[in-house]
């Protein structure tokens, strides 16, 4: 816990928190109905984000204890990028399709709509669905293992929770939850072996996928 609060960490935290809740301020304003509801949304984005930035920067899988600043090497970037592009493309294939059936109106339609969107599904999610769910998990268990499972159940909550209202058979529901699991895998054990940036680069690439769904 002594890390946590360390001058190291806690800087690196608050300037990496301050602009990751500010790129990720117009999708929260944009998500969530004018209100209380919005302002407690607001007033805890911040404070939420740099804690979560604590949490990866001083309990990171990566030896020099600053996964976003570590450069990967070419071999992990090259992987990183064709897992976004392998995973991107089974779920434009596969759940956007569905989606578009049975849920038409739960995306983005827009180019401004999507890239609102992207530091929230590139940057916040990924320190929260991967990097935290990891770095407590691999401190409970010591077992890498044990954490990557707890990468894959918090990736497929997250999903389930997205799904949760939208009425369509229950094998499809089921199919996206098995891809979410995979997706929870390559995230977990990408992020065991490049630290943030890896999860970041495949959450980006998978996310802009919809660009061409926008664009046709």
């Not at 806690?10 to 944009?30: K, Q």
């Not at 956007?96 to 916040?124: I, S």
């Not at 891809?179 to 054990?189: H, I, K, M, Y």
Request: with cysteine; hydrophobic share 55%.
């Amino acid at each position: 816990m002594r890390k946590l609060m360390s001058r190291k960490v806690l800087t690196g935290a608050t300037w990496a928190g301050v602009v990751t809740a500010l790129l990720c301020l117009p999708y929260v304003c944009m998500e969530t109905p004018p209100g209380e509801m919005r302002v407690l949304r607001i007033g805890f984005l911040l404070p939420v984000t740099i804690l979560l930035y604590q949490v990866a920067i001083a309990w990171s899988p990566i030896p020099d204890g600053q996964p976003m600043l570590r450069e990967p090497c070419r071999r992990d970037l090259h992987t990183a990028i064709a897992a976004g592009v392998v995973l991107g493309c089974l779920k434009w294939l596969a759940v956007d399709m569905w989606l578009q059936q049975w849920a038409p109106g739960g995306r983005a339609n827009t180019l401004a709509e999507l890239f609102a969107e992207l530091p929230w599904v590139a940057l916040f999610q990924p320190l929260a669905v991967v990097a935290a769910v990891y770095a407590f998990a691999v401190r409970l268990s010591r077992r890498p293992l044990w954490a990557k499972f707890a990468v894959i159940l918090a990736y497929q909550g997250l999903l389930a929770a997205q799904l949760d209202g939208i009425q369509m058979p229950v094998n499809a529901k089921l199919a996206i939850l098995l891809l979410a699991g995979l997706v929870g895998l390559v995230l977990g054990t990408l992020y065991q072996r490049m630290g943030w940036a890896g999860a970041v680069i495949v959450s980006t690439i998978v996310h802009l996928r919809h660009v061409f769904r926008i664009l046709l």
